[in-house]
T-cell receptor, first 113, second 111 residues
Framework: KAGVTQTPRYLIKTRGQQVTLSCSPI?????VSWYQQTPGQGLQFLFE???????NKGNFPGRFSGRQFSNSRSEMNVSTLELGDSALYLC????????????FGPGTRLLVL | AQRVTQPEKLLSVFKGAPVELKCNYS??????LFWYVQYSRQRLQLLLRHISRESIKGFTADLNKGETSFHLKKPFAQEEDSAMYYC?????????????FGKGTLLTVNP
């Protein structure tokens, strides 16, 4: 099976702009989670989607949003970008049910200037 | 609130020496603990989970609920074990898959 894929891999934006990141989970996986990774804060949970419903949300401002489509693909959006949003954004998928292992994508590196 | 602490940012050992990466957690519920590893230029991947009670690549980890720890151990380190290691926690009683990660420990195994 193909692994989790994320597009784009690299992105440069300026403050105030918005950005949309995409994640395609492993085929058959219904859960998709998003994490932000920075040198200072490490890996922080953003949100999780399961069957198109947001099941959990981390402590991030409302500028961070996401959604999941019927084919389990997910997007996250960050509006009104700030310099501090520069990070590696990781997506992870999981089959669901008792199988709780998460399989991570390569990440999208976002730089906000 | 759940919290995972990895006290060592960096750990350096020689090949063949035992290695122990420490992980302590704080959580009032029933936790599920994981170790994830990230080798250079590779994506984050699961190394092992406590409920499996398995040994992967010679690594083992035992959940100690009394000490709220989940230390990762290997008796004889290999150069290929050099990587970033993250301990993570999930609420096993919940239906969501949110992981809380520690800040990670960079393990370097010297020849």
């Amino acid at each position: 099976k193909a692994g989790v894929t994320q597009t784009p891999r690299y992105l440069i934006k300026t403050r105030g702009q918005q950005v949309t990141l995409s994640c395609s989970p492993i085929s058959g996986h219904r859960s998709v989670s998003w994490y932000q990774q920075t040198p200072g804060q490490g890996l922080q949970f953003l949100f999780e989607y399961f069957s198109e419903t947001q099941r959990n949300k981390g402590n991030f401002p409302g500028r961070f949003s996401g959604r999941q489509f019927s084919n389990s693909r997910s997007e996250m959006n960050v509006s009104t970008l700030e310099l501090g949003d520069s990070a590696l954004y990781l997506c992870a998928s999981s089959p669901g049910g008792l199988h709780t292992t998460q399989y991570f994508g390569p990440g999208t590196r976002l730089l906000v200037l | 609130a759940q919290r995972v602490t990895q006290p060592e940012k960096l750990l350096s050992v020689f090949k063949g020496a035992p290695v122990e990466l420490k992980c302590n957690y704080s959580y009032s519920g029933s936790p599920e603990l994981f170790w994830y590893v990230q080798y250079s230029r590779q994506r984050l991947q699961l190394l092992l989970r406590h409920i499996s009670r398995e040994s992967i690549k010679g690594f083992t980890a035992d959940l100690n609920k009394g000490e709220t720890s989940f230390h990762l151990k290997k008796p004889f380190a290999q150069e290929e074990d050099s990587a970033m290691y993250y301990c993570a926690l999930r609420d096993s009683g919940g239906s969501n898959y949110k992981l809380t990660f520690g800040k990670g420990t960079l393990l370097t195994v010297n020849p």
